[in-house]
């Protein structure tokens, strides 16, 4: 019998959603990918290729909600070792709060950020909708992979070290300076929140030039980007999908100096905060100096923050000499900044 008790905003507990997954899926031999804790997307068996196919909304914000769109999805096809190809979306629009204009905004968002990626704007479907206060964008992204280019978040291995690019709480910047600029003016420079608000461009929330490196380096057993709950919850994401452990270590993983800031004025946990931008992925020990180099060679962060580890020693992350669970966040910590 299910409880009455009324969910959280955001992701669904991991041990929930899995229950659902496994009850009611179904089996079908061409799906190589299948629903599951830390799949990126479903991968579907063409004969020749593979078929990445990936669905994800974005709920948070409104400004450059398009944008966000084609790179959140476009993302998880890279993140299984593919190339975004086709983007479908269904975009959902308030009553008596949208205009034409509003409309045609979001248009030339999307087809602006698929143009970037050779991504090729394919259907979808508009409406004006009941019951909502904010656009809502829902992308659908097809892609393609070849077959001895797959990346599966399952192969993570004990001994594979971790790794994460960029910095976290990239997104999460510059939502909290959109949304909280007039705020944000009386406290920092212009410069400041000018700077943080750009966040999704510079450093970027996009992973395509991130993976790229990572994969013509070495041999790369599991890729994921963490989103809603941040980099806690794509490491313990990544961890599900490998039924492995992860030993993390808190004074690795790169922080940039704006989203720290910014997370500390409202209270938010920096590792429970939705991190788009961020790619987490795991490489044998021997890689590990050659991928580094090949990133700063580029100019772009990239840390190793951890070990790849057996269940049975867990999830857990180092401060110094201590060791404790990594935190779990039940919703994601930006809904601080709607309450």
């Known amino acids: 019998m299910r409880n009455n008790v009324y969910l959280n905003t955001g992701k ?9 997954l496994k009850k009611y899926s179904i089996d079908d031999p061409s799906v190589v ?22 669905t994800d909304p974005i709920t948070f914000i ?18 299984m070792g593919g190339v975004p190809r086709w983007f479908l979306t269904t975009i959902l629009l308030p009553e008596n709060n949208t205009t034409q204009q509003n409309v045609e905004d979001i248009f030339q968002q999307i087809t602006s950020a698929c143009k970037k990626f050779d991504i090729t704007l394919c259907g979808g479907h508009t409406e004006v909708t009941y019951g909502i206060d904010r656009p809502i964008v829902i992308g659908q992204m097809l892609g393609t992979v070849p077959k001895d280019g797959l990346v599966k978040p399952s192969n993570a291995q004990p001994g594979d070290d971790v790794f994460v690019t960029k910095g976290i709480a990239i997104e999460a910047t510059s939502i909290i300076a959109r949304e909280k600029a007039r705020e944000l003016s009386s406290l920092f ?22 993976s790229k490196i990572a994969l013509s380096t070495g041999p790369v057993h599991a890729m994921h980007d963490p989103t809603e709950g941040g980099i806690a919850t794509g490491l313990y994401e990544l961890a599900y999908a490998a039924d492995v452990g992860l030993s993390i270590a808190l004074d690795k993983i790169p ?6 800031l910014l997370c500390d004025q409202y209270g938010i946990d920096i590792l429970g905060v939705i991190a788009s ?12 100096q050659a991928v580094l180099s090949a990133f700063e060679r580029k100019n772009i962060i990239a840390a190793n923050i951890g070990k ?23 919703q994601d910590e930006i809904i601080k900044i709607f309450e």
């Open 12 to 20: 669904l507990e991991l041990d929930f959603l899995n229950e659902l």
């Open 33 to 54: 990918v299948g629903p599951g804790i830390g799949n990126d997307a479903a991968v579907i068996d063409l004969g020749d290729t593979y078929l990445i196919a990936k």
């Open 62 to 79: 409104a400004q450059d909600i398009g944008f966000y769109a084609v790179n959140i999805n476009a993302n998880d096809i890279a993140c």
């Open 189 to 210: 420079s212009s410069d400041f929140v000018e700077r943080s608000q750009n966040f999704i461009r510079n450093p970027g929330i996009s992973v395509l030039q991130d």
């Open 255 to 260: 922080i940039i100096p704006e989203a720290k």
């Open 277 to 288: 931008g961020a790619l987490l992925f795991v490489m044998p020990p021997i890689y590990s």
């Open 308 to 330: 790849v580890v057996s269940k049975e020693q867990g999830v857990k992350l180092k401060m110094g000499n201590e060791e404790m669970d990594l935190p779990i966040f039940p």
